[in-house]
């Protein structure tokens, strides 16, 4: 028969939160750039499906999965900046967890998805979306950008549809917010939010369409400029009184 003190232990192990999986991290130390190589991850093993990636070293990751890999997170640690191939027509898509940027950003050259409304930090990073993108049904993307981030979107052939939405957030007036590539359609911009305004492309940078107001507003304000323009002329006609 287990001891009472025994019990006790069990029961708090029992009782303990689930620990919280390790990253599955990118050294690249088979010099391949070959996902599928479990001698380019620490510990010697290719992540499963919806892991946490992390990329320790700059350089580039050749997606050669034979088909789509999900992964809940991704990050890029400090100094590090990464890209993403595919070696036919993989595709890489990312779940709740987003995009933590400790680096200098990621270039995404292979197809890319999000499943679930997730955030994205930028930071001063670069971000590119250099191959077909998407957001999935009734999600919401919000990039967050620092002072001197660079965003761009250069997808060289017509994107698809977005099915949801994208909303930069952050220090959006001196980010560069740019569209660099031929694929980016009328419907993508449809999609996006500046800090929850309507997007307008100028040249190559985006931007939030500034608020006009309604004409009955208009009217508001003409009627208000109205009453202030008579009390001004009351005031200054009225006759001095000489004592």
């Not at 050749?62 to 999900?70: I, K, S, T, V, Y």
């Amino acid at each position: 028969m287990k001891s009472l003190t025994q019990l006790i232990s069990l029961a708090s192990l029992l009782a303990l939160p689930a620990l919280v999986s390790a990253q599955s991290v990118w050294t690249n130390a088979a010099a391949d750039f070959s996902f599928s190589n479990p001698a380019n991850w620490a510990g010697n093993a290719v992540p499963a499906s919806g892991a946490d990636l992390s990329l320790a070293i700059s350089d580039l990751v050749g997606l050669d999965n034979g088909g789509n890999f999900a992964a809940n997170s991704l990050t890029i640690q400090s100094g590090i900046s990464g890209m993403f191939v595919s070696a036919s027509a993989e595709t890489l898509t990312l779940g709740a967890g987003g995009i933590s940027n400790l680096g200098l950003g990621v270039d995404f050259q292979s197809t890319l998805l999000t499943t679930a409304t997730q955030t994205w930090n930028v930071g001063d990073g670069t971000f590119t979306i250099g191959n077909t993108f998407d957001v999935t049904t009734g999600s919401t993307l919000t990039i967050n950008v620092g002072s001197g981030a660079t965003f761009l979107f250069a997808m060289g052939q017509p994107n698809p549809d977005w099915n949801g939405f994208i909303n930069f957030v952050g220090s959006v007036s001196t980010a560069s917010l740019r569209v660099t590539g031929a694929g980016f359609t009328t419907q993508n911009l449809s999609r996006i939010t500046i800090d929850g305004a309507e997007a307008q492309l100028v040249g190559d940078q985006l931007s939030a369409v500034s608020a006009i107001p309604e004409p009955s507003t208009y009217a508001m304000m003409a009627g208000v400029a109205a009453l202030v323009l008579a009390a001004a002329r009351r005031k200054f006609s009225r006759p001095v009184v000489q004592s």
